[in-house]
C-alpha cells in the first residue's frame, strides 16, 4: 500500500512540474538581476489595501519559516505572499504600542520586536514583554542588532541594552557614548560593534567604546543608518549630510550624486550591488559606480525606511507610503513608466541594425537601440501619433503605417531624420506593410484595397482584381515570390498572373485573418481571429483550433523561434507550440497538440494584445520575444528564464476540532466530539503566488494525496476517534515542490461508550451482576460521573453554538455571517462561480413592536426566520440574522435568476404567515421587502461593494412601495 502511494505521490509532482521549464536554460534566483535597469524590475506594491495594518513599513525582517514580517505604526503584520497577518494590541496583550520600529531574528529562530513602549519576544506563537524588571531602562526601541556572536544589542531613545545572562547591561553617555540617542547598529567584523547616532559615531569592542566626529574625519555626525559590506567597508547613511564610507581608517563621503542626502536606509544584496534608500526618492542602485534611482515615476512611493532582499531573491523596500517589492519576472513590460511615451502598443519590428522600432496608439513611434527610447512624431515628419505597421525595404528604408495619417518613409542613414508622407495611396488607414524579395512595397488599407509601390510608382489592386475585400489586414510572401493577403472577414487570397486567387477552405472563407507568416520550410501558417490557426502545405489548409489543443483560436501574429516553435499571442496571453507536435496532430500521430501558454499567473502584467497589426510581435537577433499590449510593450527571454528553486516553506497555521481552536505545536489531543476538523495552512512564497499548489493527506484516513491546487484549507467531517497525521506539502509557482511539507498529529478521544474498556467492562459487570452489588453500585457511580462529563462537554458546546447564532431565531449572526461570507467570496474569486446576496427586512417592523410588545415582536421574528430557514435546501446556503429585523441569504453558486426567484418566494410565504400588523400602512398583515445582487467576484472586486449592492437593492424595494423584491 504504502508503496503504490509514494508512486502516486511522484506522478502528481511530475505532472505539476511544466515541461518547458525543463527544456529552457535555468537561472537559479538568488538575487535581481543586475544586469536588468531598475526599470525593468516588475514593481509590486502593498497597502492598507492588501491587508497592511498602515502604510509606513518601519521595520522589516525575513524569519527562517520564511514569513515576512513589517513593523508599522499600527502594528505588526506577518506576511505569507498572499495575506497579512496583524498583531496589535487589540489581540496582543503583552503589546503596549502599536509603533514597530525594530525587528530581528536571533539564533534560536525567536523574533525581537522593538516598540514604542518596550522590547517583545515572540516565540511559537506566543508574545514575552520586557521591560524594567529585565534591566531595560528605556521603553521606546529604535534598533535590534544580533552580533557575530548572536548577542542581542538594543538601540533606544535613552542609551544603549545589551542582552547578558538574561538581564540587560545599559551603556549611555556616562559610559562613554557620544549620544543616548541610538539609531542604528552594525557589526564591524572583528567581534566589535558600530554604534550609529544622533551627535556621532561609536566603535565598541570589549567594553570599551571609541568615538568618531568631526575631529576624526567624520563628515556629518546625525547618523541614521549603517551597513558593512562583504568587502569590510562601513557605510553611514547621514541625515542630510549623504552617504559615507568607512575604510582602512578613513572616512571618504560618495563620490556619486544620490537622489537625497537623507539616508535611512543601506543593504547590499547577494550579488554585492548596494542599495540606498533615502528620504525623498524612495531607493537608489549603486552599480559600478553608477546610480539609479527608483523614484514617485517608477514606484509610486517615498521615503525608504528598511531594505532586505528575501530568500527567493526578491527586493522589499518598506516606505512611509507602503511596501515594494522589486522582482525579476519572466517577462518585462515596457511602458510610460520605463521608456514608452504612452502605454499602449500595436506594432513592434525589428530592422537589420538590431534596433527595435515600436507603433504606439497615440505616442508615435518609438526606437529602442542601444538601451535607449527615442520618440519620432510630427518634429520629425510624422503626422499621426497612431502607428499601426512598420517595414524595412531594401536600401534599409523604414516605411510606417499610421492610422488616419497615411504612410510615411524614412530614409536609412540620412540626417537629420525625417519623415516623408507618400502621397496617391488608397486610404489614410493604413493596416499592413510588407516589402517584398523584388524590392516592392505593399501597403494594405482599410478600405481601399492593396497599393504596390514599385520604383515610386503606385498599383492599386481591389474587389475588381479579385481580392474578397478591400480591407486588408495581413500580407505575406512565399517561397515563389507570390503576395498573399489577409482580409477582414473575407478570408485568404493569392496573387497569381496580375489576379487575385481566393483560398477555398473550409471554415475560413468570411474569417478575420490577422498574419501571414512562411516558416523556413516554405510552408505558410495562418492566424485568425476566431477561427484557428492554419497550415498550408502544397496548397493544401490543414486548420487546428482550441479542440486540438491549442490555447486560443486566435492569433496576432505568428514567430518562428531558434527550436522550430511558433509563438503566438491573443487576447488572453502568449502561447507556442512546436511544429513537428502541429504536424504529427495531422498525421494523426498525437491524440492533442501540446502547447505551452503563459498568462497573469506566470508573470504577464497585461495578457491582452491591442488587436491586429503589421508586425504584431517579433523576435530579435539575440532570440527575444516582443509583443504588443494594450498597457506596454511585453519582452521575454527564452535563454533568461529564471526558476524560482527556493522550495516554500510550509506551516500549519490553525487546527479547529469540533469548534475548539487547538494548539498547532506538538500532538493535540481533542476531548470526545462529532469529529469535525478543519485545518489552515500555508506556504510562504512572494513570486507566483497565484500558480502555487497544494496537496494532503490524511493519514489513518485518506487513501491517497488529495491535489488541493491553490486552496489553502482542509476539511474533514465525522472523523471516528483515533490517531491521526495531517500531512500537507506545497510546489512554488516554477513548480518546485516542498516534500517534506508540514505535519501535525493529533488524537480525537472517544466518548467513554466508544472505547474497548467500556465494552469489557459491560461483559464483566454482566458476568458479576448477582454477586456483586457493591460493584455495580460502583459502576453506576462512574457512569454518572462520565454522564456529568459529556454533560460539560454538551454545554460547552451550546455556549460555543450561542456564540456563532442567533439566540432568538436560531440562524447565524453576524459575526458567522460574516466569516462565511469572506470564505465565500474567496472561493468564488478561486473558482470563477457565481454568488448571490438576498437582504430582507420587516416592513414597518418598529410600528410593530411599539403597538403590540417586544413579545409579540420576538414571535414575528421567529416566524420570518422559520420561514427562511425553510427556504435553505442547499449545505452551503446561509442564513443570518444580521440585526434587528434584518436578515441576509448567502446563496453560492446561484445565479440572478435563482435568487429572484428564492426572493419572490420568501415573501410569498411570509404574506401567507398572515400575521396580523395594525400599524402597517400598507398591509394588514406582516409583510417583507427584499433585494437581491449577483455577482461572479474578480480578485479586485471589494467584498463589501458586493453587501452594499444587495442593500441598495433591498432600499430600491422600499422605496417603491415595500412588500416586493428586487435586484440591482
Known amino acids: 500500500m504504502k508503496k503504490t502511494m509514494h508512486m502516486t505521490m511522484n506522478r502528481f509532482l511530475r505532472l505539476a512540474l511544466p515541461l518547458w521549464l525543463l527544456a529552457a536554460s535555468q537561472i537559479h534566483l538568488l538575487a535581481l538581476d543586475p544586469k536588468l ?64 520600529k525594530a525587528l530581528a531574528e536571533d539564533r534560536e529562530g525567536r523574533l525581537w520586536v522593538g516598540t514604542t513602549s518596550g522590547l517583545l519576544l515572540y516565540n511559537q506563537g506566543h508574545f514575552q514583554r520586557f521591560d524594567k524588571r529585565q534591566g531595560l531602562r528605556s521603553h521606546f526601541i529604535l534598533c535590534l542588532f544580533l552580533d557575530s556572536s548572536g548577542t542581542l544589542w538594543v538601540g533606544t531613545t535613552g542609551g544603549l541594552h545589551r542582552w547578558d545572562d538574561n538581564h540587560f547591561q545599559k551603556f549611555t553617555t556616562a559610559q562613554g557614548l557620544s549620544s543616548n540617542y541610538i539609531t542604528s547598529l552594525a557589526d564591524d567584523g572583528s567581534g566589535g560593534i558600530w554604534v550609529g547616532t544622533g551627535k556621532g559615531l561609536n566603535h565598541f569592542q570589549n567594553g570599551k567604546i571609541e ?9 556629518h555626525s546625525d547618523i541614521r543608518a549603517l551597513h558593512l559590506d562583504r568587502q569590510g567597508t562601513l557605510w553611514i547613511g547621514t541625515s542630510g549630510g549623504g552617504l559615507i564610507n568607512f575604510r582602512a581608517g578613513r572616512f571618504e563621503r560618495l563620490k556619486e550624486t544620490l537622489s537625497s542626502a537623507d539616508i535611512r536606509a543601506i543593504y547590499q544584496d547577494r550579488h554585492g550591488i548596494m542599495w540606498i534608500g533615502t528620504n525623498q526618492e524612495p531607493l537608489n542602485r549603486l552599480k559600478d559606480g553608477r546610480i539609479s534611482v527608483m523614484g514617485q515615476r517608477l514606484a509610486g512611493l517615498m521615503s525608504a525606511r528598511v531594505i532586505l532582499e528575501d530568500n527567493e531573491g526578491s527586493l522589499w523596500v518598506g516606505t512611509r507610503d507602503g511596501l515594494i517589492q522589486l522582482k525579476d519576472d519572466k517577462f518585462i513590460l515596457y511602458g510610460a513608466r520605463n521608456g514608452l511615451p504612452v502605454d499602449p502598443v ?44 512598420i517595414a524595412q525595404a531594401q536600401d534599409n528604408a523604414l516605411w510606417v503605417g499610421t492610422y488616419g495619417g497615411g504612410l510615411f518613409r524614412l530614409p536609412a542613414g540620412k540626417k537629420p531624420e525625417v519623415f516623408t508622407r507618400i502621397k496617391g495611396v488608397a486610404s489614410d488607414i493604413i493596416r499592413a506593410l510588407l516589402a517584398d524579395s523584388s524590392g516592392r512595397i505593399w501597403v494594405g488599407t482599410n478600405g481601399g484595397g492593396l497599393d504596390c509601390i514599385e520604383k515610386g510608382r503606385i498599383t492599386n489592386f481591389n474587389t475588381s482584381h479579385g481580392l474578397p475585400n478591400n480591407y486588408i489586414y495581413a500580407l505575406g510572401e512565399d517561397k515563389k515570390g507570390r503576395i498573399w493577403v489577409g482580409a477582414y472577414n473575407g478570408g485568404l487570397a493569392v496573387l497569381e498572373q496580375g489576379r487575385f486567387r481566393k483560398l477555398v477552405a473550409k471554415d475560413i472563407a468570411d474569417q478575420p485573418v490577422w498574419v501571414i507568416h512562411t516558416d523556413r520550410d516554405g510552408d505558410l501558417w495562418v492566424g485568425t481571429d476566431h477561427a484557428g490557426l492554419l497550415w498550408i502545405h502544397d496548397e493544401q489548409v490543414v486548420r487546428f483550433s482550441s479542440r486540438d489543443g491549442l490555447y486560443s483560436d486566435q492569433a496576432f501574429q505568428i514567430l518562428e523561434d531558434r527550436r522550430d516553435r511558433l509563438w503566438m499571442n491573443c487576447n488572453k496571453g502568449i502561447y507556442h507550440v512546436a511544429k513537428k507536435d502541429l504536424i504529427a496532430y495531422a498525421a494523426g500521430k498525437l491524440s492533442r497538440i501540446p502547447c505551452v501558454s503563459f498568462g497573469k499567473s506566470e508573470g504577464i502584467k497585461v495578457t491582452e494584445s491591442s488587436g491586429p497589426a503589421q508586425p504584431a510581435g517579433c523576435i530579435d537577433r ?84 488529495i491535489q488541493a491546487a491553490n486552496r489553502r484549507s482542509a476539511f474533514y467531517t465525522n472523523l471516528p476517534p483515533g490517531s491521526y497525521t495531517f500531512r500537507v506539502i506545497a510546489g512554488n509557482g516554477d513548480g518546485i515542490w516542498n516534500r517534506n511539507g508540514a505535519a501535525l498529529t493529533f488524537n480525537l478521544r472517544p466518548y467513554f461508550h466508544q472505547t474497548a474498556w467500556f465494552r469489557w467492562l459491560f461483559i464483566l459487570s454482566g458476568i458479576l451482576l448477582v454477586a456483586a452489588l457493591f460493584f455495580l453500585a460502583l459502576h453506576r457511580a462512574k457512569v454518572r460521573e462520565r454522564k456529568l462529563e459529556n454533560l460539560v462537554n454538551e454545554r460547552t458546546v451550546q455556549l460555543q453554538h450561542l456564540a ?12 458567522t455571517f460574516y466569516e462565511i461570507f469572506q470564505k465565500e467570496w474567496a472561493v468564488a474569486v478561486r473558482e470563477k462561480k457565481l454568488l448571490s446576496l438576498i437582504a430582507v427586512d420587516i416592513d414597518f417592523f418598529k410600528p410593530y413592536n411599539d403597538s403590540l410588545g417586544h413579545q409579540e415582536g420576538d414571535e414575528c421574528l421567529r416566524k420570518v426566520a422559520q420561514v427562511i430557514r425553510a427556504h435553505i435546501k442547499r449545505p452551503a446556503d446561509l442564513a443570518a440574522r444580521t440585526g434587528g429585523d434584518e436578515f441576509f441569504l448567502l446563496l453560492p453558486g446561484t445565479g440572478n435568476d435563482g435568487a429572484l426567484a428564492m426572493a419572490e418566494s420568501i415573501r410569498t410565504a411570509i404574506a401567507h404567515l398572515a400575521i396580523p400588523h395594525p400599524a402597517s400602512p400598507i398591509a394588514a398583515v406582516v409583510t417583507v421587502s427584499l433585494g437581491m445582487a449577483t455577482t461572479m467576484p474578480t480578485p479586485e472586486a471589494e467584498a463589501n461593494l458586493f453587501i452594499s449592492r444587495a442593500d441598495h437593492a433591498l432600499y430600491q424595494s422600499k422605496r417603491q412601495g415595500r412588500n416586493r423584491s428586487g435586484g440591482d
Do not use: C
Open 37 to 100: 535597469e531598475l526599470d525593468e524590475y516588475t514593481v509590486e506594491h502593498y497597502s492598507t489595501e492588501n491587508g497592511l495594518p498602515q502604510s509606513s513599513v518601519l521595520a522589516m525582517t525575513q524569519t527562517r519559516d520564511g514569513y515576512l514580517w513589517l513593523g508599522t505604526y499600527e502594528g505588526l503584520a506577518r506576511f505569507d505572499g498572499l495575506k497579512f497577518t496583524v498583531f496589535d494590541k487589540s489581540n496582543t496583550p503583552e503589546m503596549e504600542s502599536n509603533g514597530i
Open 211 to 219: 568615538i568618531f566626529d568631526a575631529g576624526r574625519g567624520l563628515p
Open 346 to 389: 500595436r506594432a513592434v519590428f525589428e530592422d537589420r541594425q538590431g534596433n527595435i522600432w515600436v507603433g504606439t496608439v497615440g505616442g508615435g513611434l518609438v526606437r529602442f537601440q542601444n538601451g535607449e527610447w527615442k520618440t519620432y512624431n510630427q518634429n520629425q515628419g510624422l503626422f499621426s501619433d497612431h502607428v499601426w505597421s
Open 622 to 705: 539575440q532570440g527575444r520575444i516582443w509583443f504588443p499590449t494594450i498597457r506596454g510593450l511585453t519582452m521575454f527571454d527564452p535563454d533568461r528564464l529564471r526558476i524560482n528553486q527556493v522550495e516554500p516553506p510550509l506551516v500549519i497555521e490553525k487546527v479547529v476540532i469540533n469548534d475548539r481552536d487547538l494548539t498547532t505545536s506538538g500532538t493535540v489531543t481533542a476531548p470526545p466530539g462529532k469529529g469535525n476538523i478543519e485545518i489552515d495552512y500555508t506556504a510562504i512564497s512572494f513570486l507566483q503566488v497565484d500558480k502555487m499548489q497544494f496537496a494532503y493527506r490524511l493519514e489513518g484516513f485518506d487513501q491517497d494525496w
Open 804 to 815: 456563532r447564532y442567533d439566540g432568538l431565531t436560531d440562524l447565524a449572526n453576524h459575526r
